[in-house]
């Protein structure tokens, strides 16, 4: 991952990617495709879904984090605006 979501050691850094993921979806589309997420809940989807695969998350959570690290251009604009 080219971002810096992940330290040296390979662990995903889990505040950046939901800064980064609730900055990038709207709460509201979140909720409607049911897949809000929460700092509080460190066993949240987002956070299990780009770990170590032992669960099966349903299409839209794998379709909106795909979306978050896709290298197009209008994606990476929105991730990377002054917020």
């Known amino acids: 991952?080219?971002?810096g979501y992940t330290n040296t050691t390979g662990r995903?850094?889990?505040e950046k990617l939901?800064?980064?993921f609730?900055?990038?979806?709207?709460t509201e589309f979140l909720e409607v495709i049911d897949s809000t997420?929460?700092?509080e809940d460190k066993s949240n989807w987002l956070f299990q879904i780009v770990r170590?695969?032992?669960k099966i998350f349903h299409l839209f959570g794998?379709?909106?984090v795909e979306e978050i690290f896709s290298p197009r251009q209008?994606?990476?604009r929105a991730l990377y605006e002054p917020r």
């Open 1 to 3: 991952m080219e971002r």
């Open 12 to 14: 995903v850094k889990q």
């Open 18 to 20: 939901i800064d980064d």
């Open 22 to 26: 609730l900055y990038f979806y709207d």
């Open 37 to 39: 997420v929460a700092y």
């Open 52 to 54: 170590k695969p032992r």
């Open 62 to 64: 794998y379709l909106v």
């Open 74 to 76: 209008d994606n990476l």
